[in-house]
């Protein structure tokens, strides 16, 4: 078991490895120039050369290599040319602000897509069975920012309840920060919340036809200990890894919801930086994506295997 | 083996009345998409700032946007753009990765193809929309690139669930009876393991197709897919969502195309997935 961990461990290490060299191999070779953006036009010879020199990009691409990896070790992220910052003063607040979207989305889906799973399983063919599968198959038709947009129409416009944009910090006011965060975060787990309520229902229905289930009954367990303690259980396996695989959509939906409510995570940040071509900044990002994707992944599968230790064997 | 599929199809796929919707909505979607523009009441880019935001009435069935265009006849010159842009991102996408896919499938275990598999479950990594946008956006904001970045983005994937099946299929007892009968590994390709596992790409394919609208709606509505003034269903939605104050009606008919069509390819693959596996009947 724990060498089954340790293995894994090591592999996230080196895909990460891999993933910063990826990312910065397609930086080098993009089109166009970030010193010619940073200017816009009016460079002198001699600017652009103290440009390139402040920014290293004289220097040979090993030697490049060399200051990102350095760098990235010792919490150095580099120069966001757009905002004239260090990019790890601008980076944490957005970072938190998207960590606490994406978890507290991951966990509503949880919350709200479990016990729906569970009665569509638990009342195959029946009207709520029936419903519950409309909804999803919504929820898996429409892009996440329709679903921002109509959320906003309906509480902002019409009734007026809830702010449209915007973010207010925990620590600041928590009533007014809960009521920035519902509508984002409804937005995020409506997408998400039709996977977790489809591979629910199908791990269910195949857990609840094992004799154990019919021997719980035999023996007069009650439906909520069997379909919520016994049968649960087994059924989380594939969810656990259907969350794990579906979180890079997650992530993608992230980013366009934080566009829509003007959020200011680290998906406001990215489309900004793309825009003003910030080089540098995008190189963090896109890595900062795909490092929290290889974590999750990571995460989910020691969860895995001390859900059921045959996995670690393997 | 073609009897047995087309059995299946009639049993998994055509007695379900869902998919038999699917199919149909998506008929009527391509219909459109090729004969929308001869079907325009007016013409989808000429503006009249004095009729615009009118809610649907007898003249325009959809109503007007915020430039006065006709919204009913945009939606249908957006179907077509729509359905370029996937099979477009589909030819890219499911060509290039199922090719790739199959081929390294097919190999024999060696240490090249270990690292292919490696590499590219690193390139799994990057979520499929982060890696759409950063793609555009870097290629340069507009259509082209837009479907170029989607079905770029989605090889890995394709590359992924190709080698597994594959190779899997290629252990399989009577690909060992085809080659110990003789059979070239071309023809066992070709005549064995290709028909076999159409469904699996078929399935894939129609998926692909519904995530490539959602993708291309998305990038749009960014701002880095289509640009004004092309009816993009996404790139609607963005203008009306801009305007939702004065008239929050207009994010309606854009949405309910892409939701109609994403939805007709959803309940087709949800059909399709059913007659290749029977256990779920």
């Avoid at chain 1, 340790?6 to 120039?33: A, E, K, W």
């Avoid at chain 1, 039709?194 to 009954?217: A, C, F, Q």
């Avoid at chain 1, 200990?225 to 890079?248: E, P």
């Avoid at chain 2, 890696?131 to 090889?155: E, K, P, V, W």
């Amino acid at each position: 078991m724990i060498r089954y961990i340790l293995i894994r461990v090591t592999g996230c290490i080196i895909t990460s490895f891999v993933v910063v060299t990826i990312v910065f191999l397609i930086m080098q070779y993009l089109p166009g120039d970030p010193v010619h953006y940073l200017l816009r036009g009016y460079e002198s010879e001699g600017q652009v050369e103290a440009l390139r020199k402040e920014f290293n990009l004289d220097k040979p691409l090993y030697n490049q290599y060399y200051i990102w990896i350095k760098g990235l070790l010792n919490g150095n992220l580099g120069f966001s040319i757009f905002y004239q910052k260090e990019i790890s003063s601008i980076f944490i607040p957005r970072f938190i602000a998207t960590i606490e979207l994406i978890s507290l989305s991951l966990f509503l889906s949880i919350i709200l897509g479990i016990p729906l799973g569970i009665i569509s399983a638990v009342r195959v063919g029946s009207f709520e069975d029936g419903l519950t599968g409309i909804i999803s198959l919504i929820g898996v038709s429409t892009p996440v920012f329709v679903f921002g947009v109509i959320l906003q129409i309906i509480f902002c416009i019409y009734l007026n309840i809830l702010p449209t944009i915007g973010r207010v910090s925990i620590f600041e006011n928590i009533f007014d920060s809960i009521k920035h965060l519902i509508l984002p975060v409804f937005s995020i787990s409506l997408g998400l919340l039709p996977y977790v309520i489809r591979n629910v229902r199908s791990e269910m229905l195949e857990v609840l036809k094992n004799d154990y289930i019919r021997t719980g009954w035999a023996k007069g367990l009650s439906p909520f200990k069997i379909y919520y303690k016994h049968a649960l259980r087994n059924s989380l396996v594939g969810t656990i890894a259907v969350l794990g695989i579906n979180f890079g959509m997650l992530l993608g939906g992230s980013v366009v919801t934080e566009l829509v409510f003007q959020w200011p995570g680290l998906g406001t940040l990215f489309i900004q930086a793309l825009m003003s071509h910030d080089y540098q900044l995008i190189q963090v990002l896109v890595l900062v994506y795909a490092l929290m994707f290889t974590l999750v992944n990571l995460i989910v599968d020691v969860i895995y295997s001390i859900i059921d230790p045959r996995i670690a064997l393997e | 083996m073609n009897n047995n599929f087309l059995n299946n199809l009639q049993k998994g796929f055509l007695k379900r009345k869902l998919s038999l919707i699917g199919l149909l909505i998506f008929s009527i979607f391509i219909f459109l998409g090729i004969f929308g523009p001869l079907l325009i009441p007016y013409d989808p880019y000429k503006t009249e700032y004095s009729n615009r935001y009118q809610l649907p009435n007898n003249n325009n069935i959809f109503g007007t946007d915020w430039a006065g265009r006709d919204v009913f006849s945009r939606v249908l010159v957006g179907a077509g753009i729509t359905l370029k842009i996937s099979i477009m991102a589909l030819c890219i996408g499911s060509i290039i990765g199922g090719i790739i896919g199959i081929l390294i499938g097919y190999m024999k275990n060696n240490i090249l193809k270990m690292l292919v598999i490696q590499f590219n479950d690193i390139l799994l990594t990057f979520p499929f929309l982060v890696l759409a946008i950063l793609i555009t956006a870097l290629l340069g904001s507009n259509l082209n690139n837009a479907i170029i970045a989607i079905g770029i983005s989605r090889i890995p994937r394709y590359v992924r669930i190709f080698c597994l099946v594959v190779n899997s299929e290629k252990n399989k007892k009577y690909i060992i009876s085809a080659t110990s009968l003789g059979a070239s590994k071309i023809r066992i390709l070709f005549y064995h393991i290709l028909p076999n596992i159409l469904p699996i790409f078929l399935v894939n394919t129609v998926l692909f197709f519904a995530l490539t609208i959602i993708a291309e709606a998305t990038l749009s509505f960014i701002g880095i897919g289509a640009q004004p003034p092309m009816p993009s269903w996404g790139l609607m939605i963005r203008q009306a969502s801009e305007n939702m104050l004065v008239y929050p009606f207009g994010v309606i008919p854009p949405s309910i195309a892409i939701l109609l069509v994403v939805l007709s390819a959803n309940l087709m693959a949800d059909g399709l997935r059913e007659f290749m596996d029977p256990k779920l009947r």
